[in-house]
C-alpha cells in the first residue's frame, strides 16, 4: 500500500466533509458482540470476537456505522450532526481502512442525494474518471416479494438475494418448490434485471409497482435524481431496482458506486432509519463507507496536491548553511527531506541537479513537469 496515497486520499475527503459541513466523529474500538448480534449487522464469522476481564464478550470494530450509532446514543449532543470518520475496521482477520459519512434525523432527498454526491465527489477528488453510481430501494423487492403468498418469511432473505445476483435459474427453481405461479416466478425474474440508464428503469419500476409500497419507493428514488442533477451528478447515476436487504441492514434507499479501476463496488451506502431508530433513538440515517484501501491502490497522483517533496544531500560542511536554506523553503509551503551525503545536490519533481534549489529553480522544475 502507497502510504502518501493513502494519507492524501484521506485528506482529500476530509477537507471535502468540512466543506460539506460534516463534523469529524472518532469511533470507539469496541462493542458488545450482543448488539451485533441482535441487530444482525453482519454475519458471525466476519468479526473478531474476544472476551474482556470482565467477562463481557466484546468485538474489535468491524463495522464503522454501528459504532457511530453507539457513540451518538451515548452523546445526545451529536445527534443533530452530520459526521465523517476515516478509521480502521477489523474484518475477517483482516485490517481495512475506510471513510465514510452519516447523516441523522434528516429523512428527505436532499439528504439523501447529499450523502450519494459527496460519495461520488470523494472520487472524482481522487482522481476516477470512470465512475457508476448504482441506486435502488431496499422496498421495492421486499414489497414485490410480500405480494407473494406462498414464499414463506424465513426465506424472503433468501429469494431477495438471488434477485440481487441476478441469478434467474435458481430464483426459478425455488419458487417453484414455493408453488409460485408462471406470472409470479416472471415478475420476480424482470426485476432481476431492472438496472440500467435511469430514464428506461425508472419507466418500467413505475409500470411493474403493484402496491404503495413499491410506488413509495420510485417516488422516493425520483425526488433524489432530482437533486442530483442540482449537484451535476445526473451523468454517474444509474439504477438498479433488484437491490436486495439480506440482514434487514438498509431501510429506503440503496446504492453502490463502481468504477472501471476497481474489481468491486468501492463505496456502499444507503438510508437505515429503522436500525438507527432501534439503536440510536434517532429519527433517521443515511451514510455510506468507502473502501480507502483500494481507493488509495488507484489514486491518481496528477489530481489534487502533487508529491512536492523536495530531499537534498548535505555534505557535513555545510548542514548549517543546507538547513538555513531548507527552512526558508518550507516557510514558502515545500514540504523538504534533508539527508546526509557526500555532495551537495537536490532532487524534485523527478530531477536530479547540483547545488541548492531557490524558489525560483523548484517553480521551473514544477512547470516543465505539468507541461
Known sequence: MNTYSLKNVRRQFEDLCESYGYNYSSIPMFADASLYEQYKGMPDEKYVKFIDRNAQVKVIRPDATFHVLKSISEDHHLRHHKMY???EIIREHA????????????ESALCDSEVIAVAISSLIRCGFDTIRADIGHAGYVSALIDEINCIPDESKN???????????????????????????????????????????????????????????????????????TSFGYEKYVFLDMG????????????????SDKAAKAVINGGRYDELAKRFAG?????????????IASIYDLSIGEENNVV?????????????????????SGYKINVINGNELSYEYMGTKKDGLPTEYDLMELKNAKQK
Open 85 to 87: 470518520y476515516t478509521t
Open 95 to 106: 485490517v481495512h481502512s475506510q471513510y465514510g459519512i452519516e447523516s441523522f434525523n434528516d
Open 158 to 228: 433468501a429469494v431477495s438475494s438471488l434477485i440481487a445476483k441476478k441469478n434467474t435459474v435458481q430464483l426459478e427453481d425455488m419458487l417453484l418448490g414455493f408453488g409460485a405461479t408462471k406470472g409470479e416466478i416472471r415478475k420476480l425474474s424482470e426485476v432481476c434485471m431492472l438496472f440500467g440508464e435511469y430514464d428506461d428503469v425508472i419507466k418500467t419500476a413505475e409500470e411493474f409497482a403493484v402496491n404503495e409500497r413499491m410506488i413509495n419507493a420510485v417516488n422516493e428514488i425520483k425526488a433524489i435524481y432530482e437533486c442530483l
Open 243 to 258: 437491490f436486495a436487504n439480506e440482514m434487514d441492514y438498509y431501510s429506503g434507499m440503496m446504492f453502490k458506486i463502481y
Open 282 to 294: 434517532v429519527t433517521s440515517a443515511c451514510g455510506f463507507g468507502a473502501d480507502m484501501d483500494i
Open 311 to 331: 530531499t537534498i544531500t548535505s555534505p557535513p560542511s555545510v548542514h548549517k548553511y543546507v538547513i538555513a536554506i531548507a527552512e526558508l523553503l518550507r516557510q
